[in-house]
Structures are given as structure tokens and as C-alpha cells.
């Protein structure tokens, strides 16, 4: 059995009196142990200190009230609130998992858009996953510095980005680069600016399966736009794009139907355009929701590109339930204020956390259960709660972003914590538009 001890409050006056209020909580409702012989376990190594036990508590009827051990920060006093907290050895589980859930590191390429964190991208290539979606020139620029060796910017270039491609291609000559199209303008305009530059670049055709953001139908329309591709001076085709961000359906079953669909019309344009003569070299397919789906298909040509995964959030955490991913980037906040007696306002605004999720649902406090969101601006939160007398100004909690991708973006660094500690900080470096290019 494995005990964890939980000081709820060990102020200085107390230590100075040189007594010790503590509470243990375990794992188990049936496990009972009397205080004084737990007492009698701790006293050597604290022989200064008078230690008064409470009543033993079962955690798994505090399920929401306390944080998981793993989260345990010895030393905050180094972290500016409100911070990004990346806890390594979840996130290390959480990018193996991935590789585990793909098959094959080969078929991996997980979007950097959730982290845009350098340190990442080399834990993902050490573990053979060289393969790469982004959707910007930055995060492009971030993944190589990674050691990245295949670049998919999923994202449809129209202005300056036709420059930056070429300059991106000259640049990097020895990436396999690759982008986006679904209209004939931008693929003309691609086509002339990477013929006179002397290079090529891979373009692969954006299809829209249902949520009508960007790309094609996959009919007649979208093997005219392909063929064109192929026929584009400058311009290699480089396959099928299926981005399914529509099908978040909590019930796997459910999701699973619906993205089978979407699949069925991207492999039946797959099969006419090979068909035709045209090489269908890749699909990069799904999101994170769709990514256990994909990635049961077999067939070689699939790419699966996950991305929320690496961190999770609360969003997906609901919406997915069966992904079996944990947490990895929380953010730590103090009390700055207690302006009524059941409210708690922390330094949480919303410059630091992700604001598209509805205002009361921002974060999740895994240590306040009745926690209600009643306002936030650009550098506070108020937190309404039943247990507000508890928290005084300084206090410090973890909360959980709904939307961990912008929430990143906010975030010059991320505090890391390796076995409780904090060893380093890591530069979110694409969260700018641009790097060099």
C-alpha cells in the first residue's frame, strides 16, 4: 500500500511551535490504520515536532479534491504565476502511448500545434517519428530545428506564404516539404513562383468530409483540382489530406461509423485517381478523436496526425473518454484576492488561458470539486466555492485548461517537472507567426 500525505496547512507559526497538523488519504475505502500508529512511523525523522494526526481519508471519495501524486511540485517558488507546468514523465507517457496506439512510429505524424515546443519534437523523434504536421511557417521552422526530416504544413498557401514556401524550399533542401491546396488559383500561383525559383514542392489535396472549413469534396471536382497538381510545372502531387474535426461524437461507436465514412470517401477518390494514372503516395487523415480510428485502418497509405494527445486537456478528456491519455500541461495560479466570503480570485486570466471555451469552463481546479468560473478578464478569475475560507492570498492550485493548444500559445516557456522538480524551462517557440522566414 502506498501512502501519501497531504499538508493541507503548515504555516511558520506552527513549524516555529514546532508542531505538525497532518491528514493521510489513500486509495482505498476498506483501508483503515490508527493516526498514533502512523504517528509512531513518522516520529524518528521528526523528532522536533509535536505531530497531531486526523482522521484517515479514503481518496476515492475525494476523487476531484485532490491532485494526482505525480503533480506534486516540491519548490514553486521559482514559478511565475500564472505558469505553464509541463510534468515530463506524463508527457513522456503520453507521446508513447501515441506510438503505441499508431503501430508503427512510421505512421505517425502527430500535429506541434498543441505544444510548439522544440524539446518535444526531439522526445518524438527519439522515439523514430520523423514525420511532422504543422500549420505555419514557424512551427515548420520549430520541427526541423527538432530534428524533424519530413515537414507537412497543413495549410493552404495564398500571399507572402507562396514567397515563404520558396524560400522555406531553398532554405531546407534537404526536407521533404510538403503543404496544402484545394483551389486552382494558389496551385498556379505555387506552381510559377517554385518553377522560377528552379525547386518543386509536394502539394497534397485538402478534402472536406463534412465540417466545411476548408478543402473539397472528395468527386469529380476534387480529381480535376489533383490532376492539376500533377500537371503544375513546379508542383509534385503528394496525396490526400483528410482533416475530420467534425466528428467529435463521445460514444466511440458512434465516432467510429462516422469516421469510417469519411474514410470510404477519401479511399474511393484514392482508388480513381491511381485508377487514372496519378500517384496517391500519402493520406494524412483525423485529428486526435479520430486518431485511434485511423490508426486501426489498415492500409499503408495512412498517416494518422494526432496532436492534442501529447499534452490532453479537459475538452477532450470529456468529449473522448476512451482515450487513454492523461494530462501532461497544467497551469499553476495564486490567490491574489478573497473578495467576498465564497469567492476566490486567482491571476488566471484570460491572457493566460485559452477564452474560445464558454467563460465557466475554462479550467477545471482538481482540488476545488464546486468550483464555478464566475468572471474572468484579462488577468483575473473568480472562483466561486463553498471552501473559499480556505484559500488565502499567495495560495497556489493546478488547473487544468479545457483547450490546451491556444492555452500553450499564451505562454512565453513552460515550467518543466521531472520527478517533483523544476530542472528547466522550455521556450514555446512557435507560438510567433514567424521565426526567420
Given at each position: 500500500?502506498?501512502?501519501?500525505?497531504?499538508y493541507?496547512?503548515?504555516?511558520?507559526?506552527?513549524?516555529?511551535r514546532?508542531?505538525?497538523?497532518f491528514?493521510?488519504y489513500t486509495?482505498?475505502p476498506?483501508?483503515?490504520l490508527?493516526?498514533?500508529?502512523?504517528?509512531?512511523?513518522?516520529?524518528p525523522?521528526?523528532?522536533?515536532y509535536t505531530?497531531?494526526?486526523?482522521?484517515?481519508e479514503?481518496?476515492?471519495?475525494?476523487a476531484?479534491?485532490?491532485?494526482?501524486?505525480r503533480?506534486?511540485?516540491?519548490d514553486?517558488s521559482?514559478?511565475?504565476?500564472p505558469?505553464?507546468?509541463?510534468?515530463?514523465?506524463?508527457?513522456?507517457e503520453n507521446v508513447?502511448?501515441?506510438v503505441?496506439?499508431?503501430?508503427?512510429?512510421?505512421?505517425?505524424?502527430?500535429h506541434?500545434?498543441?505544444?510548439?515546443?522544440?524539446?518535444i519534437i526531439?522526445?518524438?523523434?527519439?522515439?523514430?517519428v520523423?514525420?511532422?504536421?504543422?500549420?505555419t511557417?514557424?512551427?515548420?521552422?520549430?520541427?526541423?530545428a527538432?530534428?524533424?526530416?519530413d515537414?507537412?504544413?497543413?495549410?493552404?498557401?495564398?500571399?507572402p506564404?507562396?514567397a515563404?514556401a520558396v524560400?522555406?524550399?531553398?532554405?531546407?533542401?534537404q526536407?521533404?516539404?510538403?503543404?496544402t491546396?484545394?483551389?486552382?488559383?494558389?496551385?498556379?500561383?505555387?506552381?510559377?513562383?517554385m518553377?522560377?525559383?528552379?525547386?518543386?514542392?509536394?502539394?497534397?489535396?485538402?478534402?472536406?468530409?463534412g465540417?466545411?472549413?476548408t478543402?473539397?469534396a472528395?468527386?469529380?471536382n476534387?480529381?480535376?483540382?489533383y490532376?492539376?497538381?500533377a500537371?503544375?510545372?513546379?508542383?509534385?502531387?503528394g496525396?490526400?489530406h483528410?482533416?475530420?474535426?467534425?466528428?467529435?461524437?463521445?460514444?466511440?461507436?458512434?465516432?467510429?461509423t462516422?469516421?469510417?465514412e469519411c474514410?470510404?470517401q477519401?479511399a474511393g477518390?484514392?482508388?480513381r485517381?491511381?485508377?487514372?494514372?496519378?500517384?496517391v503516395?500519402?493520406i494524412v487523415?483525423?485529428?486526435?478523436?479520430?486518431?485511434?480510428?485511423y490508426a486501426?485502418?489498415?492500409?499503408?497509405a495512412?498517416?494518422?496526425?494526432?496532436?492534442?494527445?501529447?499534452?490532453?486537456?479537459i475538452g477532450y478528456?470529456?468529449?473522448f473518454?476512451?482515450?487513454d491519455?492523461?494530462?501532461?500541461?497544467?497551469l499553476?495560479?495564486?490567490?491574489?484576492?478573497?473578495?467576498t466570503a465564497?469567492?476566490?480570485?486567482?491571476d488566471l486570466?484570460?491572457?493566460?488561458v485559452?477564452?474560445?471555451?464558454?467563460?465557466?469552463?475554462?479550467?477545471?481546479?482538481?482540488?476545488i470539486?464546486?468550483?464555478q468560473?464566475?468572471?474572468?478578464n484579462?488577468e483575473?478569475?473568480?472562483?466561486?466555492?463553498a471552501?473559499?475560507?480556505k484559500?488565502?492570498?499567495g495560495?497556489?492550485?493546478?488547473?487544468?485548461?479545457?483547450?490546451?493548444c491556444?492555452?500553450s500559445a499564451?505562454?512565453?516557456?513552460?515550467?518543466?517537472?521531472t520527478?517533483?522538480?523544476?530542472?528547466?524551462?522550455?521556450?514555446?517557440?512557435?507560438?510567433?507567426?514567424?521565426?526567420?522566414?
Open positions: 500500500m502506498k501512502f501519501y500525505a497531504f493541507d496547512f503548515v504555516p511558520s507559526e506552527l513549524a516555529r514546532g508542531r505538525i497538523d491528514k493521510v486509495n482505498s476498506e483501508f483503515h490508527d493516526p498514533g500508529a502512523i504517528v509512531g512511523r513518522l516520529r525523522a521528526l523528532r522536533r505531530i497531531r494526526a486526523s482522521t484517515i479514503s481518496t476515492r471519495t475525494k476531484d479534491r485532490h491532485m494526482d501524486a503533480y506534486n511540485i516540491e514553486t521559482e514559478i511565475i504565476s505558469g505553464l507546468v509541463v510534468f515530463r514523465e506524463i508527457l513522456e508513447a502511448k501515441m503505441r496506439i499508431a503501430g508503427d512510429p512510421s505512421r505517425l505524424r502527430p506541434c500545434k498543441t505544444h510548439k515546443m522544440r524539446q526531439e522526445m518524438q523523434v527519439a522515439k523514430g520523423t514525420k511532422h504536421k504543422t500549420a511557417f514557424a512551427e515548420a521552422e520549430m520541427v526541423i527538432g530534428g524533424a526530416t515537414v507537412f504544413l497543413a495549410y493552404s498557401l495564398v500571399g506564404n507562396i515563404r524560400k522555406f524550399r531553398q532554405q531546407y533542401p526536407i521533404r516539404f510538403s503543404v491546396a484545394d483551389h486552382a488559383d494558389p496551385i498556379r500561383l505555387l506552381g510559377e513562383a518553377s522560377a525559383a528552379g525547386t518543386t514542392i509536394e502539394v497534397l489535396l485538402d478534402l472536406d468530409t465540417q466545411h472549413r478543402g473539397v472528395a468527386d469529380a476534387a480529381e480535376k483540382l490532376r492539376l497538381i500537371d503544375t510545372a513546379g508542383l509534385v502531387p496525396g490526400l483528410l482533416y475530420d474535426g467534425q466528428n467529435h461524437q463521445t460514444d466511440l461507436a458512434e465516432r467510429r462516422a469516421v469510417m474514410w470510404d477519401t477518390l484514392r482508388d485517381l491511381v485508377a487514372s494514372g496519378l500517384p503516395p500519402r487523415a483525423g485529428g486526435t478523436g479520430s486518431f485511434p480510428v486501426s485502418i489498415n492500409d499503408p495512412i498517416e494518422v496526425s494526432p496532436g492534442t494527445c501529447a499534452f490532453h486537456d478528456g470529456q468529449m473518454p476512451d482515450l491519455f492523461q494530462p501532461a500541461s497544467l499553476l495560479t495564486r490567490v491574489i484576492s478573497r473578495p465564497d469567492r476566490v480570485t486567482f486570466g484570460y491572457k493566460a485559452a477564452s474560445d471555451p464558454p467563460a465557466d469552463r475554462r479550467v477545471a481546479f482538481p482540488d470539486p464546486d468550483a468560473l464566475v468572471l474572468q484579462e483575473h478569475l473568480v472562483v466561486q466555492t471552501d473559499a475560507e484559500y488565502q492570498p495560495d497556489e492550485l493546478l488547473a487544468i485548461p479545457r483547450h490546451t491556444p492555452t499564451l505562454h512565453k516557456q513552460a515550467f518543466i517537472i520527478g517533483g522538480k523544476l530542472v528547466e524551462r522550455w521556450d514555446v517557440a512557435a507560438r510567433d507567426r514567424w521565426l526567420t522566414l
